[in-house]
């Protein structure tokens, strides 16, 4: 048994903060042969909102080593990174919408849990004069009703008419009962998704997400558009 020491680091270059611990040991569940555990992970970071038309995303991936793994700061057309939740709109001169997304995938690429944001507001004489924000959450089920389940969801925006600056938090707490664990005490992703906008119709998305136990190949997906 490998015994993890806890560890800081921060990726400036692409605001991403990490923090590890716990043992890496296997989890006791159905199925489950020699895959390294890394213990509890907690990961956060932010991403600029790009120009109406682009989506900016990143994967974060959890190494051999158990430590982040962070890759590039993508910038693509909305067109071609469609993800699930309400569709794209363009901005228009005083009004815009924006969507973030924030998805935990195991190591074959299937997506455990994620939370969604959007957020539609407009301005005029440098105030926002609306602005309407919501979030969605969705997770994996397994075929005999197991798997993934939706624990917790919080929603909440601090202005809606005549702000300076508009702040929508949304968060999602999911527990896993399943093939890979059937206690149900050893998976627990939380994630936490941040948005700011600015009467200038900018806009910043930070993103959290706290894991109970994570696994080598588990990566992290997020973005906002």
Known sequence: MRYMRFASATLAAVGLV???????????????????????????GALPVPP??????QTVTI???????????????????????????????????????????????????????????????????????????????????????LKSAADKQDCATGCSVVNHEAAADFTYKGVFDPTGDWYANAHRSQVKLAADATATCTFDVELKHTFVGWNWQRGCE
């Open 18 to 44: 990490s923090v590890l611990g716990g043992t890496a040991t296997a989890a006791p569940a159905t199925g489950q042969d020699t895959a390294q555990s890394c213990g509890t992970v907690k990961l956060s």
């Open 52 to 57: 109406a038309g682009m989506s900016v995303q």
């Open 63 to 149: 190494g051999e080593d158990c430590e982040p793994q962070a890759g590039p700061v993508r910038y693509v057309p909305v067109s071609a990174a469609a993800k699930s939740g309400a569709p794209a709109v363009a901005a228009a001169s005083t009004s815009r919408r924006i969507r973030s997304w924030n998805e935990m995938y195991d190591c074959c690429n299937i997506r455990m849990t994620g939370l969604y944001t959007t957020a539609d507001w407009s301005a005029a004489d440098g105030r926002i004069s609306k602005a309407t924000t919501t979030a969605t959450q969705q997770w994996n089920r397994e075929p005999w009703d197991a798997g993934w389940s």
